[in-house]
């Protein structure tokens, strides 16, 4: 039962991490590219990296200074963050395509 509460509590903090601006316009664009659920994971995953790029490139793009510097990917906060992202753009684009599907199925039916 814990790791079932684990895992809810992930997908809950995945869903809030995307649910704003920076990650909605991802999960959108992402949609955009998604032709087939068979492509679903892999671009998830897509989005999960440019969303971390996007993090680390901020300030320099931003005109802040400072160098671009890599995530620590030998630190277990920088996978479990990853793997809550992942699971939150699951969620966010899986919606979005799905609701893609429904209009454009639909709208095609009436031509």
Same mark, same amino acid.
């Given at each position: 039962?814990? +790791? !079932?509460d684990q895992v809810v509590a992930y997908l809950r903090e995945g869903f809030a991490n995307i649910n704003n601006p920076k990650g909605l316009l991802i999960a959108l664009a992402a949609t955009v590219f998604l032709g087939s659920?068979?492509?679903w994971f892999p671009i998830s995953l897509v989005a999960v990296i440019v969303h971390i790029a996007i993090e680390? +490139?901020?300030p320099v793009l931003a005109g802040e200074g400072g160098a671009v510097i890599l995530p620590d990917l030998t630190s277990e906060a #920088?996978?479990?963050?990853? /793997? !809550? /992202? #992942?699971l939150?753009? +699951? =969620?966010?684009?899986? =919606? #979005?395509y799905f609701v893609k599907r429904l209009l454009f199925r639909g709208g095609a039916a009436h031509h």
């Open positions: 039962m814990e +790791l !079932v659920w068979k492509q680390q +490139l901020a #920088f996978w479990t963050r990853s /793997l !809550v /992202l #992942f939150g753009y +699951l =969620i966010i684009i899986g =919606i #979005f």
